[in-house]
């Protein structure tokens, strides 16, 4: 029920003591008290109040959910659009791929890593998103600055002694890695709901 008239949810104007002209300030919230100002608004000062006052009325703090808006449904505070409008356009954002070739992945809807387009179909997930692969190295730049940070003002690469030989060593290093990390790639996403209903046959039956 819409209880907006109720007089004690009106916003609070918070004029000066010692005005005589009640000049409103500033505008609080009529439940929480939480303060809005004038100030904050980009505008002139007759628009900036309407918007710090609409603000105290319709208070965020509050507030028990948002409205999605693209399809007007509640949604959770700290979000602009509902989980089912967040997911659509993640969707469309998103290319579909085939399956083929595609081992480690993320889960749609889940967000978890698996190892398998299989792993994720048997743990609900109709859709996932492909990877790319980062291999540990070392950031040459992020390591030039870590050398000079902390250092007079004067410091530069030139002071360093040998730093064509440690450039020469990061680069091998780098390139000797083998592991590191899988990323989400939210361009790429391939159908795996098939897998769940075709039979099984990548467990053997461990009695064999
Ligand atoms: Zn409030
Ligand atoms: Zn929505």
Not at 71 to 96: I, N, P, T, V
Request: hydrophobic share 30%; with cysteine.
């Amino acid at each position: 029920m819409n209880e907006k008239s109720n007089l004690s949810q009106a916003p609070i104007v918070l004029v000066r003591f010692d005005d005589p002209e009640k000049k409103p300030l500033l505008y609080a919230c009529g439940k929480c008290g939480q303060i809005h100002s004038p100030r904050i608004y980009a505008c002139n000062d007759t628009l900036a109040h309407e918007a710090a006052r609409r603000a105290a009325e319709d208070c965020y703090t509050c507030r028990t959910h948002n409205t999605c808006q693209h399809c007007g449904a509640q949604c959770e505070k700290g979000w602009l659009a509902c989980d089912k409008c967040r997911r659509s356009s993640s969707f469309e954002k998103a290319k579909e791929v085939p399956l083929d070739g595609v081992e480690e992945c993320f889960g749609f809807d889940g967000g978890e890593f698996y190892r398998s387009p299989q792993d994720a179909a048997e743990d609900g997930e109709d859709w996932v998103y492909l990877c790319t692969f980062r291999h540990y190295s070392v950031d040459l730049e992020r390591l030039e600055q870590d050398i000079l940070d902390d250092h007079h003002d004067d410091a530069s690469i030139h002071d360093l002694k040998a730093f064509d030989a440690l450039v020469t060593a990061v680069k091998a290093f780098n390139e000797a890695q083998t592991s590191g990390s899988f990323d989400e790639d939210r361009t790429r996403r391939a159908r795996v709901s098939h897998l769940r209903d075709e039979e099984d046959h990548s467990h053997p039956d461990p009695r064999d």
